[in-house]
């Protein structure tokens, strides 16, 4: 959600930070806007478009200013409708302030009042221009120094931000401060050029070395000096740790597909393999004769102790890693007896949650910075539980927050409707209960070896259910003019079934909603007729007879049904309208399947609905505000 950029360097600064604004496109905005300090003591140009980045481009194009400082932002409303007024970057009433800011401002409200009494005239509704007169109020009365002003400034301010500050009267630096909202600096070899963001994206280009600021940091950042990084909460110095990052700039790209979301789809197999790699290994056995699997956690190796001791396990995540965590607890429940609950992280800190010392809090996002999941873990660890992040986002805020965990390693995901993290995560989550289970001894010999095989030929499978595209295609048109849909599974389909709807109602628009099979005669059935397209997972693992019971009632009343069956399946073709065959797996991996064709019916119909497929309405990729 919004997303900073900044450069300070020899460049022109103007196509740096249109593209990288580009690169940030993906977390969601409304409008877009640069701010340019070309010289010491001169107004800055500042530039705002409400809508694409391309509307900003062409005006900054038509200019081509040569200022070589700059910072921008990508916008979405919190404070105030979409506007060119509401856009950032913002500037103080006196003009010698500009600011771009994510994440919210509580106290706001109490501020610009204060403000107010003092003379200040506010022209936008956003929370962003108040913390930008706070920060020129301070200036104005400290010696103009900015790095103390802003310092100052926040010691008065509640609530979550990454800023980025500039000064009309020195046109070498900014300032950058954060807390609970990530931020991002890319530092050149030799310190001529440094690159700011939200995350790493823009900057993988042009650097590899990046300093991540953590919460309560502020940085003055100097073109040609070293970063001068302190702590806000004491004014101590806090040491610049510059982190070598791996990114590859192809990953960013559609690599020859119309959207990303399709892209990452099929990237589905490799990623896959990624996650596993040097995770599930084949080992040779003492005597010789054979080989066998074994699961190498280092988080499991370092932490085993209280992994094994715990009796309790919490996961707390957000919209598809939710989905994700309920597999999860299938899994730990059924490899390692272990009780295990699965919360919405934005009701757990507030549902006054039974949590001890000997629970393990496991914490599941995609991007590790969603703030939500961000305070469940800070609930967890005041606490005294272990807690275990599972994240994309190398040294994202969860990665560094949280105790232990692993990294999913799937690379980056553009496309706001998450998919192949959700078969990261499930993959991760598998591992990590065969590790526990076989370290518990709940799991035995034979199923561990059989479930580590299975998991390291499940992306060769994805690719037999991926050569279905066109077909699958085909069927989205049972959908393309409907209003609602059904989603039913049970057992370990029935997250599948959530996240199915999910991806439907997320990039389509149309209305869908996920159930466990069995709940349909509780309510669901009244809604069932002639033009209700209904979506079963009926493969053979788990309840089959059952759930072609629920088909059965579902065919009665007309319903148009669409299976997901297993591999040579001659009943439920007898039942339904459409089935999709994907091949068979273990009851326990069988989400890492019938996902697919899930994620590939949603992306075909919101294409023929003619949607922006990568950029569903009103949602954002990264959503760091509560």
């Given amino acids: 959600m919004c997303g900073i950029v900044g450069y300070i360097g020899t460049r022109p600064a103007a196509p740096m930070l249109i593209k990288g604004l580009h690169q940030l496109e993906y977390r969601g905005y409304d409008s877009a806007g640069i701010a340019l300090n070309h010289e010491n003591n001169q107004p800055f140009i500042i530039y705002k478009e409400k809508g694409k980045v391309s509307n900003l481009e062409t005006a900054v194009i038509n200019d081509q200013p040569a200022a070589t400082v700059g910072i921008g932002h990508t916008r979405w409303a919190t404070h105030g409708e979409p506007s060119t007024t509401n856009a950032h970057p913002h500037l103080s009433m006196s003009g010698e302030i500009v600011i771009v800011h994510n994440g919210i401002i509580e106290n706001y409200k109490e501020l610009k009042e204060q403000l107010e009494r003092k003379g200040y005239i506010f022209k936008s509704q956003t929370d962003t221009e108040v913390l930008c007169n706070l920060i020129d109020y301070v200036y104005q009365r400290n010696g103009r120094q900015l790095m103390a002003a802003v310092s100052r400034a926040l010691y008065h301010v509640i609530g979550a931000y990454a800023i980025v500050v500039m000064e009309c009267k020195d046109s070498s630096h900014v300032v950058c401060a954060r807390k609970a909202s990530p931020l991002v600096i890319g530092v050149s070899e030799d310190n001529t050029e440094y690159f700011i963001g939200s995350d790493a994206t823009p900057m993988v280009e042009y650097t590899k070395r990046v300093v991540y600021l953590d919460d309560g940091q502020i940085a003055d950042v100097r073109r040609g000096e070293d970063i001068n990084l302190i702590n806000l909460s004491d004014h101590s110095a806090a040491d610049v740790n510059v982190k070598e990052i791996n990114l590859d700039i192809a990953a960013l790209s559609k690599g020859g597909y119309p959207h990303y979301m399709i892209k990452e789809i099929f990237d589905q197999p490799r990623c896959m393999r990624d996650c596993m790699r040097g995770r599930i290994v084949r080992v040779r056995d003492y005597s010789g004769n054979g080989e066998h699997y074994e699961v190498h956690l280092s988080a499991l190796k370092n932490f085993k102790a ?146 580590c095989h299975e998991l390291t030929v499940i992306p060769d499978k994805i690719n037999q259910i991926l050569e279905q595209n066109d077909r699958i295609k085909e069927l989205s048109a049972m959908f393309a003019d409907r209003n609602n849909a059904l989603y039913l599974g049970r057992g370990f389909n029935y997250p599948v079934a959530l996240e199915g709807a999910l991806k439907l109602k997320e990039i389509s628009y149309i209305h869908a909603e996920g159930y466990p099979a069995a709940e349909m005669k509780h309510g669901p059935l009244a809604l069932v007729d002639e033009h209700m397209p209904i979506v079963f997972v009926a493969t053979h693992q788990g309840q089959y007879q059952k759930i072609i019971s629920n088909m059965q009632e579902v065919q009665s009343r007309k319903g148009r049904i669409l299976a997901i069956v297993s591999e040579g399946d001659s009943v439920a073709g007898r039942i339904c309208e459409h089935v999709i065959e994907i091949p068979h797996t273990l009851n326990a991996l069988v989400p890492l399947l019938s996902v697919i064709p899930m994620q590939m019916l949603a992306y075909h119909v919101a294409v023929a609905k003619g949607l922006n497929v990568d950029m569903p309405r009103n949602l954002a990729k990264s959503v760091t505000v509560e």
């Fill in 306 to 451: 209280k992994l094994i001791r715990a009796r309790h396990v919490i996961i707390v995540a957000c919209g598809t890693s939710w989905h994700a965590g309920l597999i999860g607890k299938h899994l730990i429940e059924q490899m390692c007896r272990i009780r295990v609950e699965v919360e919405y992280a934005s009701e757990f800190r507030y549902s006054n949650p039974v949590v001890e010392k000997d629970d393990v809090v496991i914490a599941i996002s995609q991007s590790g910075e969603t703030a939500d999941t961000l305070a469940a873990i800070q609930l967890a660890k005041e606490k005294g539980a272990l807690v275990f992040g599972i994240v994309n986002g190398v040294g994202s805020s969860i990665a560094r927050e949280t105790d232990t965990g692993i990294y999913i390693h799937v690379g980056p995901e553009i496309g706001v409707a998450s998919t192949k993290a959700f078969t990261g995560q499930v993959t991760v989550l598998a591992m990590l209960a065969l590790a526990l289970g076989n370290a518990l001894g709940t799991i035995s010999e034979e199923e561990y070896q059989q479930t």
